[in-house]
């Protein structure tokens, strides 16, 4: 079974750009979870997705943005880009059970803010 | 609101040295508790997780006791190889879908 695989994996952009990350789960996982890693902050939810819906938001600005579509692949976007946005962008997907599903992490997409 | 407090590293271990990263949460309810490793250059996986309290998780020799009474989910091993070096995060989640709250990690050095 292929694992999440995201893209791309690198990216460099300049202060007031947008960008788009993308973000395909394990077949069959319905849920996709969106995390910022940096050195300073360590790993911070930013939004969770289950069937095209929001179901989850961590306290981030509304630059930050995201949706899921109806295969349940998922993308994010930063808008007005900020040097503080400079991070590693990890998504996740589980399936979607009653408890607390293992997550499983894909290898994130390096985003360079200059 | 939920946090995770981890140790701090890096942790430097000779091979075969016994490990403790220490770990205690604040949470609502009854949280399910994990902890995820990051090899160098590799994604986040999960090492091993415990849903209730006294429930012990374990994996590849890795153990790790939810302690409600304490508020803690300390991991240790026996006996570290060099292979064990990595970056390991202590972290919970609610039922409430899929959403974790990480410690800040504590990165393990092994050396031979």
């Known amino acids: 079974k292929a694992g999440v695989t995201q893209t791309p994996r690198y990216l460099i952009k300049t202060r007031g750009q947008q960008v788009t990350l993308s973000c395909s789960p394990i077949s069959g996982h319905r849920s996709v979870s969106w995390y910022q890693q940096t050195p300073g902050q360590g790993l911070q939810f930013l939004f969770e997705y289950f069937s095209e819906t929001q179901r989850n938001k961590g306290n981030f600005p509304g630059r930050f943005s995201g949706r899921q579509f109806s295969n349940s692949r998922s993308e994010m976007n930063v808008s007005t880009l900020e040097l503080g946005d400079s991070a590693l962008y990890l998504c996740?997907?589980?399936?979607?059970?009653?408890?607390?599903?293992?997550?499983?992490f894909g290898p994130g997409t390096r985003l360079t803010v200059l | 609101g939920d946090s995770v407090t981890q140790m701090e590293g890096p942790v430097t271990l000779s091979e075969e040295a016994f490990l403790t990263i220490n770990c205690t949460y604040t949470?609502?309810?009854?949280?399910?508790l994990f902890w995820y490793v990051q090899y160098p250059g590799e994604g986040l996986q999960l090492l091993l997780k415990?849903?209730?309290?006294?429930d012990k998780g374990s994996n590849k020799g890795f153990e790790a006791t939810y302690r409600k009474e304490t508020t803690s989910f300390h991991l240790e091993k026996g006996s570290v190889q060099v292979s064990d070096s990595a970056v390991y995060f202590c972290a919970l989640g609610h039922n409430a879908g899929n959403m974790l709250t990480f410690g800040g990690g504590t990165r393990l050095m092994v050396k031979p």
């Open positions: 996740a997907s589980s399936l979607d059970t009653n408890s607390v599903d293992e997550q499983f």
């Open positions: 949470a609502t309810g009854y949280p399910s």
């Open positions: 415990a849903t209730k309290a006294d």
